[in-house]
C-alpha cells in the first residue's frame, strides 16, 4: 500500500518544540509575553496596528460582534457556504443570521445578492474570505458604508493572502478574524487572532478575552505582583496561551515559505487538472493574491462521477480527500430558519471537492493525486 496523503499536515519542527520546551522551562504556560511578541509581530505582519491573539477563530468572530456592538434582533448577513463558525458567532450573541449566497466562481460572498437581503433590521455583514481566496473587499466594503453596516472579516483562512495589494489583516473592514486552527496558513495548535488599526476597539477586545477584566492575571502561578482587577463588563476566557504563541512564532519564521510552498503546489495542481473537462480548477483574480490555504476544485455538471465516489476511490489508494464546503442553512442546527433560495450555495456543496495540499506535499505526491482523481473521472462507473 502506497504511503498516506492526508489532506492537510501542518509543518512544524525543531523551533517548535524548542518554542515549547523554553515557554515550559520558564514557567510561562497562560498567557504571557510570547502572547504580547506573537500580537506584535502578527500586526506588522498584516499592516495593522494591534493583534489581540485568542483561543479559536470562533471565538475571535464572538468578540468581534460583540466589541463591534452587534447583538439581540440585529440581522447580520453571512455567507450560506462556509465553516459553520462563521454563522453561528452571529447566533452567540442573540443575532439574525441572513444567509446570502456566493460567486460560484470566487466561493464568496456576492455582493449583489447581499445587497439584495438588506433590511432596515441589517447590522453588520461578515465577509469570508474562502479558502484563503480574498472576497471583493471594494464593493463589499462600499455597500457596508451605503447602509451604514459593520462589516466584519472572517479570515480564518487568509493570513499572507491580499486584496488590492493590502494584506488580509489590515482591516478594509472593522476587523479581521484570523484562526490558528491546524488546517490554516500557520497553526498554534487552537488560536486565532483579531487585527483592528483601532486601538480603543482591541483595548475593548483584551478586557472582553479576559473576563471583562482590566488587566490580565498573572496565570503562570509564579506569584508574579499585580494590581486589583476591575471587570466593567461581562466577559469571557478566551486567552491564547503562552505554549501555543511559542508555537505561532516559530510558524511566523515559516510564514514566507508556507506561501512559498502553497502557491508551488496550486500552480502544479492547476497545470495538471486546468483542462480537464469535469473540473473547474481554482481562479485567478486580478486584484486578490490567493494563499491556497485549501486547493479546492468544482465538478462540472456532467462529470461522471459525483464527489463522494471520488472521495472513496481516492481514499482506496490512501489518498485524503473531502466534499465540499458546508451549505450552513442546510444544516439541522438551521433548520428552523426559513429555508432561503441558494442556488450556488447548494450547487458548489454538492460539487466541490477539497485535495491535499500542505508546505512539505511533494511533486510526487501532488502527480499521485491527480492521476487518482482523472483515474476516478474516467473510470467505469457503470455498475
Ligand atoms: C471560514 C472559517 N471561519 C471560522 C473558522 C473557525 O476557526 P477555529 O476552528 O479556529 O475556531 C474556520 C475554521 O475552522 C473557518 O474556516
Same mark, same amino acid.
Do not use: I, M, Y
Given at each position: 500500500m502506497s504511503d498516506e496523503i492526508p489532506i492537510t499536515r501542518p509543518w512544524l519542527g525543531a523551533a517548535e518544540t524548542q518554542g515549547v520546551a523554553e515557554a515550559l522551562e520558564d514557567r510561562w504556560v497562560g498567557q504571557g509575553p510570547r502572547v504580547a511578541q506573537f500580537e506584535r509581530r502578527l500586526a506588522a505582519r498584516v499592516g495593522a496596528s494591534q493583534a489581540v491573539a485568542l483561543s479559536s477563530g470562533t471565538t475571535a468572530l464572538h468578540l468581534a460582534l460583540v466589541a463591534t456592538g452587534l447583538g439581540p434582533g440585529d440581522e447580520v448577513i453571512v455567507p450560506a457556504? *462556509?465553516?459553520i463558525a462563521t454563522a453561528n458567532a452571529v447566533r452567540m450573541v442573540g443575532g439574525r443570521v441572513v444567509f446570502a449566497d456566493v460567486d460560484?466562481?470566487?466561493l464568496n460572498l456576492d455582493p449583489a445578492d447581499a445587497a439584495r437581503r438588506i433590511t432596515p433590521r441589517t447590522r453588520g455583514i461578515i465577509v469570508v474570505h474562502q479558502l484563503g481566496l480574498p472576497a471583493d473587499l471594494t464593493r463589499l466594503g462600499d455597500l457596508a458604508d451605503k447602509h451604514h453596516l459593520t462589516l466584519i472579516e472572517d479570515a480564518a483562512c487568509a493570513l499572507g493572502s491580499s486584496w488590492r495589494n493590502t494584506p488580509i489583516g489590515r482591516p478594509h473592514g472593522a476587523l479581521a478574524c484570523f484562526s490558528f486552527h491546524p488546517r490554516k496558513i500557520i497553526t498554534t495548535g487552537e488560536g486565532g487572532a483579531i487585527t483592528t488599526s483601532d486601538d480603543s476597539v482591541a483595548n475593548q477586545l483584551r478586557r472582553l478575552r479576559n473576563h471583562g477584566g482590566e488587566t490580565t492575571p498573572? *496565570?503562570? =502561578?509564579? =506569584?508574579r505582583s499585580q494590581g486589583p482587577i476591575h471587570y466593567a463588563q461581562l466577559g469571557y476566557n478566551y486567552r491564547m496561551s503562552d505554549l501555543h504563541a511559542a508555537v505561532g512564532l516559530a510558524q511566523l519564521d515559516r510564514l514566507d515559505e508556507i506561501l512559498k510552498r502553497r502557491r508551488r503546489i496550486a500552480r502544479r495542481y492547476d497545470a495538471r487538472?486546468?483542462?480537464?473537462?469535469s473540473l473547474i480548477t481554482p481562479p485567478v483574480i486580478p486584484d486578490a493574491t490567493h494563499n491556497y490555504q485549501s486547493y479546492h476544485v468544482t465538478l462540472t455538471e456532467d462529470a461522471p462521477a459525483t464527489t463522494a465516489d471520488i472521495v472513496t476511490r481516492l481514499a482506496a489508494e490512501s489518498i485524503s480527500a473531502q466534499c465540499g464546503l458546508t451549505a450552513i442553512h442546510r444544516e439541522p442546527a438551521y433548520a428552523d430558519e426559513p429555508t432561503p433560495t441558494l442556488p450556488h450555495t447548494e450547487r458548489l456543496n454538492q460539487r466541490g471537492l477539497f485535495l491535499p495540499i500542505y508546505p512539505e506535499l511533494t511533486d510526487d505526491e501532488v502527480t499521485r493525486v491527480c492521476d487518482a482523481l482523472i483515474a476516478a473521472l474516467e473510470g467505469d462507473h457503470g455498475t
Open positions: 457556504l *462556509s465553516f460560484p466562481a470566487t498573572d *496565570s503562570t =502561578g509564579q =506569584g487538472l486546468r483542462n480537464h473537462p
